[in-house]
């Protein structure tokens, strides 16, 4: 077992520790469940990646900052550093988030639904184009969003 991996069952292990003393809402406040796959996302890229070594032996210090009561600037700093981290993977890795297609094409889906029937023979009837533009931008964002959990890009 290679030095990356006994860090990263460090890590996992101080989370699920984490997760028995803090609430569940603390926990999604924490994205902890985001952070046990950013850790393995981390682990798996860190032989050809020196940022993602960095990123992972820098968080240990960040998960010992999780507390049930931390104060803001803590909470600020913890944030902004697994932000960091996520933004690295999605940049340098071509990971996306979860539902990322999604919220992309739902808002622009339902703006060329209203823009079509706004401009068709649908004039004075918005909702009906809004209602097949969004029913096409969520056909379309979950299909995307399937296709990206089977190739493996999600984070």
Same mark, same amino acid.
């Given at each position: 077992?290679?030095?990356?991996?006994?860090?990263?069952?460090?890590?996992?292990?101080?989370?699920?520790?984490?997760?028995?003393?803090?609430?569940?809402?603390q926990s999604n406040n924490y994205k902890l469940d985001?952070?046990?796959?950013?850790?393995?996302?981390?682990?798996?890229?860190?032989?050809?990646?020196?940022?993602?070594?960095?990123?992972?032996?820098?968080?240990?210090?960040?998960?010992?900052? +999780?507390?049930?009561?931390?104060?803001?600037?803590?909470?600020?700093?913890?944030?902004?550093?697994?932000?960091?981290?996520?933004?690295?993977?999605?940049?340098?890795?071509?990971?996306?988030?979860?539902?990322?297609?999604?919220?992309?094409?739902?808002?622009?889906?339902?703006?060329?639904?209203?823009?079509?029937?706004?401009?068709?023979?649908?004039?004075?009837?918005?909702?009906?184009?809004?209602? +097949?533009?969004?029913?096409?931008?969520?056909?379309?964002?979950?299909?995307?969003?399937?296709?990206?959990?089977?190739?493996?890009?999600?984070?």
């Amino acid at each position: 077992m290679g030095d990356i991996e006994i860090i990263k069952q460090r890590l996992l292990s101080k989370i699920t520790d984490k997760k028995m003393y803090i609430s569940d809402k603390q926990s999604n406040n924490y994205k902890l469940d985001l952070l046990e796959r950013i850790i393995n996302r981390l682990a798996s890229f860190s032989e050809e990646c020196q940022e993602c070594t960095g990123f992972i032996n820098n968080l240990d210090s960040y998960i010992d900052s +999780i507390v049930a009561n931390a104060d803001k600037q803590t909470n600020k700093v913890y944030h902004t550093y697994i932000n960091s981290i996520i933004s690295h993977l999605q940049l340098k890795h071509k990971l996306v988030s979860d539902n990322y297609y999604l919220t992309i094409f739902l808002p622009l889906g339902m703006v060329f639904g209203t823009a079509f029937s706004s401009i068709g023979s649908f004039k004075g009837m918005s909702g009906t184009g809004i209602g +097949i533009g969004l029913c096409l931008g969520v056909a379309i964002g979950t299909g995307m969003d399937a296709n990206a959990k089977k190739k493996g890009s999600i984070i």
